[in-house]
């Protein structure tokens, strides 16, 4: 069987061969018959399980659509000698030829196919190189910001966001959800914007940057019900214990239902959120360490707030 449809390819390869060759009579090749037989040879490599000689069979596919400006079955013939590549494990040559195909989407004027292009090969590189597949939902989130399409952009950025976060990348996360927080409001996806100033505060503090987290409540007061919900409830009494260094209080934020539950990125970031310090509550640097006036020297640290001399 395999050696039927390996033969099948190779004489669609030739009549391919064949369409492409001038003549006194014919000057031109024929691309688009060349294509279609390219393609067909593709079809025959790949079910006979071989898989490169299936991408090059695709990538002349591609090459003679090109020749014969016919960019969309280009790109969609460039996507799979992608596929065949994915398939052999070769996954940084796979995307690359998504890009490829991606870019000729848009220059063919369909940049919603050029989009999905880059989602379908962020997820297929996400699980061996995060920081590759936060580059391609950026850039399909940018095709779709491009058109005007910012629900579709938003969700793409919100990927970039999480494995940005995953990957500890906290001060290009801090910029990725201000982005998604300012489309979520002109889209009025307002309950989703109290979710992105929880996620903001949590990347800020884990910052150390407790100014930064509490402007990112305060921007949010302008948000149509973000005042007095719970999400500003729990951030408020977040940035209180953080800034009181009071681990109760923090701890008890970090473990309520509304963090806990949030995406399982933000939510490591609550549970994994320390007081700076690591004090139970706010102590001045001044206080005694001689062990005898234990509690009496925390209740007079509380009463005389600056410490004593």
């Not at 013939?77 to 030829?97: H, S």
Request: aromatic content about 8%.
């Amino acid at each position: 069987m395999a050696a039927q449809k390996i033969n099948e390819a190779h004489e669609h390869i030739a009549k391919a061969e064949k369409y492409l060759k001038t003549s006194f009579m014919k000057w031109k090749p024929d691309y688009d018959s060349a294509a279609s037989e390219y393609a067909k040879a593709a079809v025959a490599f790949k079910n006979a399980k071989q898989l490169e000689l299936a991408k090059d069979a695709y990538l002349k596919e591609a090459e003679a659509h090109t020749e014969n400006r016919a960019l969309f079955h280009a790109a969609k013939a460039l996507e799979q000698a992608g596929m065949m590549l994915k398939d052999m494990q070769r996954m940084p040559d796979a995307i690359q030829y998504i890009e490829k195909a991606s870019m000729m989407y848009v220059e063919n004027g369909t940049p919603d196919t050029a989009a999905m292009a880059l989602d379908r090969a962020g997820k297929l590189i996400e699980p061996i190189d995060l920081e590759k597949a936060v580059n391609l939902y950026q850039q399909a989130a940018s095709v779709f910001e491009n058109e005007d399409r910012l629900r579709q952009a938003v969700e793409l950025l919100g990927k970039a966001s999480r494995l940005l976060v995953r990957q500890h990348r906290f001060d290009e996360a801090a910029v990725s959800l201000q982005k998604e927080k300012n489309m979520y409001k002109e889209i009025e996806n307002y309950p989703t914007c109290f979710k992105k100033t929880i996620a903001q505060v949590l990347v800020q503090l884990h910052r150390n940057d407790y100014v930064a987290a509490d402007k990112c409540v305060r921007e949010s007061y302008s948000i149509p019900g973000f005042s007095g919900s719970e999400d500003c409830i729990a951030m408020e009494q977040l940035l209180q214990g953080y800034d009181e260094q009071d681990e109760e209080l923090v701890y008890r934020v970090c473990n309520s239902p509304l963090l806990k539950y949030m995406d399982n990125d933000y939510a490591k970031l609550a549970i994994s959120l320390k007081v700076p310090g690591g004090g139970k509550k706010k102590k001045s640097p001044s206080t005694p360490q001689d062990g005898a006036g234990g509690a009496q020297g925390a209740e007079e640290e509380d009463e005389y707030e600056g410490g004593l001399c």
